[in-house]
Nanobody, 113 residues
Framework: QVQLVESGGGLVQAGGSLRLSCAASGSVFNVNGMGWYRQAPGKQREFVALITSDGSTDYASSVKGRFAISRDNPKNTVYLQMNSLKPEDTAVYYC???????WGQGTQVTVSS
């Protein structure tokens, strides 16, 4: 199994940037794909981005070109750089280990207009 802890959320104005971090422990991090998901109030959790063990990435169309996922295997950490933020990006952001299916506790991102 793997334990995940997200950080880096906060309040930012529209057009601003944030970088989320997800620290993993308890597994062999570098062989697992990792993903970011988000859940806005009253909505279902949705896919945001993923990165495979070899660094290939994929993004939801709503964030493509604005968000970038990356990983630092020696630090057992995956990042989500979020630029040009919009009010509709407001949500709790979760990371997930795609091999074990583990979720972190989430970090709140609020974008004001």
């Amino acid at each position: 199994q793997v334990q995940l802890v997200e950080s880096g959320g906060g309040l930012v104005q529209a057009g601003g940037s944030l970088r989320l971090s997800c620290a993993a422990s308890g597994s062999v991090f570098n062989v697992n794909g990792m993903g970011w998901y988000r859940q806005a109030p009253g909505k279902q959790r949705e896919f945001v981005a993923l990165i495979t063990s070899d660094g290939s990435t994929d993004y939801a169309s709503s964030v493509k070109g604005r968000f970038a996922i990356s990983r630092d295997n020696p630090k057992n950490t995956v990042y989500l750089q979020m630029n040009s933020l919009k009010p509709e990006d407001t949500a709790v952001y979760y990371c997930r280990d795609l091999h074990f299916g583990s979720w972190g506790q989430g970090t709140q991102v609020t974008v004001s207009s």
